[in-house]
């Protein structure tokens, strides 16, 4: 069974300059988070989806970071304009859970970002 | 606002040492997953326990879910240089859909 997928790994970016990250999750899974993980600290949620709907967006910084789901398939997380702070690992992982008890996540390798 | 604290930050031990490692919250978790992070990857699922009270073994590896759900423990037996890695614990909500993640247990073992 194929993991979730990440790509970029790694992306180095100016401050105020835009990026975008891009999730593939586990086929089936209808649940999708992003999480952002800055060195030494445990992964925050960003934005969770239950197929291609929003579940949970309350810590996502919404004046810059956007996310979609279309199709319920893929997402991407957006940053515009990137900030010194947003230097973190993006972490994607998908569950098969939707509103039940337990979620079981599938995390990706994430994408370190750098801004600079 | 749900909080799970996770204790120690930081370990380093020989190895062959025993330790314990846990997660507490004054909040009460439906569920909660202990996974394993290596540097450069995401973390990886270790166990979910779910039962008040319940302990699973994995190994060398024993959980246990606090009996009124609120707090779980990780001990490791004879630790080894391949258990080296964050160690995070994560609940869900009763009830819901949220999962709250603790800071980690950053574990070094030394050969």
């Known amino acids: 069974e194929a993991g979730v997928a990440q790509s970029p790994r790694y992306k180095i970016i100016e401050k105020r300059q835009s990026v975008a990250f891009w999730c593939n999750p586990i086929?089936?899974?209808?649940?999708l988070y992003w999480y952002q993980q800055i060195l030494g600290q445990g992964p925050k949620l960003l934005i969770q989806f239950q197929n291609n709907g929003v579940v949970d967006d309350s810590q996502l910084p919404k004046d810059r970071f956007s996310a979609e789901r279309l199709k319920g398939v893929d997402s991407t997380l957006k940053i515009q304009p990137a900030k010194l702070e947003d230097s973190a690992v993006y972490l994607c992982a998908s569950s098969l859970a939707g509103l039940s008890s337990y979620n079981e996540q599938f995390f990706g390798p994430g994408t370190r970002l750098t801004v600079l | 606002t749900q909080l799970l604290e996770q204790s120690p930050q930081f370990l380093s031990i020989q190895e062959g040492e025993n330790l314990t490692v846990y997660c507490n919250s004054s909040s009460v978790f439906s569920s909660l997953q202990w996974y394993r992070q290596e540097p450069g990857e995401g973390p990886v699922l270790l166990v979910t326990v779910v039962t008040g009270g319940e302990v699973k073994k994995l190994k060398r590896l024993t959980f246990q879910f606090g009996d009124a759900r609120k707090d779980s423990s990780l001990h490791i037996t004879a630790a080894q240089p391949g258990d080296t890695g964050l160690y995070l614990c994560a609940g869900d909500t009763t009830g819901g859909f949220k999962t709250i993640f603790g800071a980690g247990t950053r574990l070094f073992v030394k050969a």
């Open positions: 086929s089936g899974h209808a649940t």
